[in-house]
């Protein structure tokens, strides 16, 4: 499939630094690594790239990575495979880049944990304001206090989440998902104004929402199938009870 990246001057007029933020691009198409490459450097990222996806774990080993782009489908080792690798060496930020109409991949993307993904043919500075984004929700939450209900606690300046004393895997989108309805028990919210609220986007994949509450779900309830905590509002969208008691 022909794709026209080369089409967009990079620019660095208004540019936000990445300062020392290393973004590792995983990507086989040597003019889209290219181009994605010399978008990021030119935001101030530091830039390494991988043709593939045991090159990328051996790049991800020697500088870990501060948030990585990778594309969904490479040779020998697909992007949800080294997803779950490097998750298993410790968290890391992904943006997933898949093949557009391909729903059932970027599902899967968001089950396996990526916290964005971007639909190919993209824009390149789209691209950029999404590693934006989600970077600067990695950051340390300065001046928000913890919170917690239910026996769950996040501390935002820690990024830190437990349940019960115990602390929670959680990935950065289902991190600032709990925390959002931690600060806000007993009101019912849409997909949308999740998506808003948590996600920043105005617009998009409704289904990025409902994947992220499905795994949140199952970190957080006793009983993801009948879940007391997150609620679903027929509809409406979802609701955090923070008695967690039978009943709606």
């Keep these: 499939m022909q794709q026209s990246y080369e089409s967009e001057e990079p620019t660095t007029a208004g540019r936000r630094p990445g300062g020392d933020a290393r973004v590792l691009v995983v990507e086989d198409d040597p003019t889209v690594a290219e181009v994605v490459s010399g978008y990021l450097d030119r935001a101030g990222y530091v830039v390494d790239r991988a043709p593939d996806g045991p090159s990328a774990l051996i790049r991800a080993g020697e500088h870990w990575p501060d948030l990585v782009v990778l594309d969904l489908m490479l040779p020998g080792m697909d992007g949800l495979e080294v997803c779950r690798r490097m998750r298993g060496h410790g968290p890391v930020p992904v943006i997933m880049l898949t093949a557009r109409g ?12 990526a916290d964005d993904y971007v639909t190919k043919p993209f824009s390149p500075r789209e691209l950029v304001l999404r590693v934006e984004s989600v970077l600067r929700r990695t950051r340390p939450g300065a001046g928000l206090s913890p919170s917690g209900a239910a026996g769950l606690r996040v501390d935002p300046g820690s990024r830190r989440a437990t349940k019960n004393g115990a602390e929670l895997a959680l990935t950065l989108r289902e991190f600032d998902l709990l925390a959002f309805f931690l600060s806000h028990p007993g009101r019912a919210f ?8 948590v996600w920043g986007w105005d617009f998009g994949d409704l289904s990025t929402v409902t994947v992220h509450v499905r795994r949140l779900r199952g970190k957080v309830e006793d009983d993801p199938a009948r879940p007391r905590l997150i609620r679903t509002v027929w509809g409406v969208g979802y609701r955090f009870d923070a008695t967690g008691q039978e009943g709606s």
């Design 102 to 113: 391909d729903e059932d991949d970027r599902i899967l993307g968001l089950e396996v944990g």
């Design 190 to 197: 849409s997909r949308e104004d999740l998506m808003r609220e």
